[in-house]
């Protein structure tokens, strides 16, 4: 149940009919429906004059709002029916009491005592809770999107960590098998540039594929498990962030790419020559 301005005060566009107005609660009941009612009941067609049962109570559709989500952040779209507060309050009052919700602007400390006041002109002994503004209201309720927004990018940090020093060690080891070949281009006057460009290429090729690979699988999951498709607006989250993840992944590839390479760049051709006539 809804009163008069609900929809502009909350800034729900309406597609088609008329708002609410000071509805006689003894004339024939009218409703509001969102566009997914007009969607899943009319197939899209215009339904405004058409009525509809209720509770076994017909109404008569005045009005097309745009769709909102109307009990969770993260449900699924559903159709919803507006009903006039007016028209309804006194046959099926609510047991959790109702909301009172006002567009402002300034500061909302001030507004909140005058509607206090004004409430309490109607009824003193009138209780009134949970008082906060809409962002306070959109703070609790994304409050679980944001945890496990969190708690995924620290399990993503964790794995993009073990998984660079996976690779750190796989080429060191590379690097390690080819003191022969590294050996005998630096006696036969191979500059350390040269190997550390030859080992750096050998470690990007690795990370490329990673990257070309990880890239399109790592989209299509993000797609496959975002069921609360609103969540991710509501936080800022973007596909951007898995590309990001995937980039930094070879970021820190080319890091530890070039540190190996340093390794392999000091070392002393004479010696590993030797190393390798000793060992054939």
């Given at each position: ?69 109307s009990r ?18 006194a046959s ?15 500061d909302a ?172």
């Amino acid at each position: 149940m809804v009163g008069q301005e609900y929809f502009e005060t909350l800034g729900i566009s309406r597609l088609a009919g008329r708002d609410f107005g000071a509805e006689n609660p003894t004339a024939p009941k009218v409703d509001i429906v969102n566009e997914e009612f007009v969607k899943r009941f009319f197939q899209g067609e215009n339904s405004v004059g058409h009525t509809v049962n209720g509770a076994g109570v017909p109404y008569e559709i005045v009005g097309v709002v745009k769709d909102t989500k109307s009990r969770t952040i993260g449900e699924q779209q559903r159709p919803v029916l507006y009903r006039s507060i007016n028209q309804n309050v006194a046959s099926d009052p609510s047991q959790d009491g109702y909301t009172v919700m006002a567009r402002y602007e300034g500061d909302a400390a001030t507004l909140t005592k005058a509607m206090e006041n004004q409430i309490h002109a109607v009824d003193p002994a009138l209780a009134i809770f949970n008082t906060q503004t809409m962002e306070e209201h959109l703070h609790e309720a994304l409050f679980l999107p944001r945890l496990v927004g969190v708690l995924f990018s620290v399990f993503g940090l964790g794995g993009v960590t073990l998984a660079s020093v996976g690779l750190y060690g796989v080429m060191s080891y590379s690097v390690s098998q080819r003191t022969k070949e590294i050996g005998v281009r630096m006696a036969l006057g191979a500059r350390a540039t040269e190997v550390q460009r030859m080992v750096v290429r050998g470690g990007m090729r690795m990370a490329l594929v990673s990257v070309v690979l990880g890239l399109p699988m790592a989209a299509c999951g993000g797609e496959a498990v975002d069921e609360p498709a609103v969540w991710r607006e509501a936080v800022g989250y973007r596909d951007v962030h898995t590309g990001s993840s995937t980039a930094g992944g070879g970021v820190a590839d080319c890091v530890l790419d070039t540190v190996t390479a340093g390794f392999a760049g000091r070392s002393d051709g004479g010696v590993a020559l030797r190393w390798v006539i000793r060992h054939p």
